[in-house]
């Protein structure tokens, strides 16, 4: 299905019943490394799962900006009429997820993020030095934006209400260091560090995050 929204023409996949939750993919992936996981998720929760502007399915743009797609999901949101939904975001759609919930502090109920990154620092040297590497072969702005944004402050991070959950892989490509910062900045977040695991093992195809999302989610209620 497609929804026009925020000037773009966005992809979006539904399935299930129950309590709405919204899931967006990393960079230069797309909704389906959720498959996996709404199969399992969608006995619970009626699952929608977008792609990014410049991602999958939906409309191209010269240049990204995460407030932008921001922007978009709260749009998404607000068109589908969704009530408070349960926002989960990976690497990316983590990024989102943070900007979502401290600007818009009464749309969500709850928010969950894995990998997520507060700046470009946050990220560890190797993996940077490769995607600066391959940004010369990749010339969309999908490795560009890494290199210039986020920009989530503490005083964002303290404004988030809703109930939050923070994860990361314990080999993470993003510092450690800013997965803990997320989560005791966060007014109550828990954070669960997946073992022996990287950014994407414990998200793509893989139904790990569905047990997770179950597990720290209720059943009912906002």
Same mark, same amino acid.
């Given at each position: ?39 399992? %998720? $969608? =006995? ?9 502007? @410049?991602?999958? #399915?939906?409309?191209?743009? !010269? ?44 749309? %969500? $109920? =709850? ?9 470009? @620092?946050?990220? #560890?040297?190797?993996?940077? !030095? ?65 073992? !022996? ?26």
């Amino acid at each position: 299905m497609f929804l026009t929204v925020n000037g773009v023409k966005l992809y979006y996949e539904k399935t299930g019943s129950g309590r709405p939750l919204v899931m967006v993919h990393c960079n230069s992936m797309d909704h389906k490394i959720f498959r996996r996981a709404v199969k399992k %998720l $969608s =006995a619970r929760f009626t699952v929608y799962c977008p792609d990014s502007r @410049d991602h999958g #399915k939906s409309g191209k743009v !010269k240049t990204l900006h995460y407030e932008d797609m921001a922007e978009d999901m709260a749009q998404f949101i607000g068109a589908l009429g969704l009530q408070r939904p349960v926002f989960y975001g990976f690497s990316d759609g983590g990024i989102i997820g943070l900007i979502l919930a401290a600007g818009r502090p009464e749309l %969500l $109920s =709850a928010l969950i993020v894995s990998g997520a990154s507060l700046n470009p @620092d946050s990220t #560890k040297d190797l993996p940077m !030095k490769f995607f600066k590497l391959w940004s010369h072969v990749d010339r969309s702005d999908k490795m560009q934006i890494m290199m210039r944004e986020p920009d989530i402050t503490d005083e964002m991070l303290k404004s988030i209400r809703v109930p939050t959950f923070v994860t990361a892989g314990e080999r993470d490509v993003i510092k450690l260091s800013h997965t803990r910062r997320i989560a005791e900045t966060v007014p109550g977040a828990e954070l669960k560090i997946f073992p !022996k695991t990287g950014h994407t093992g414990y998200i793509v195809n893989s139904d790990k995050i569905a047990d997770y999302i179950l597990s720290v989610i209720p059943e009912d209620g906002q």
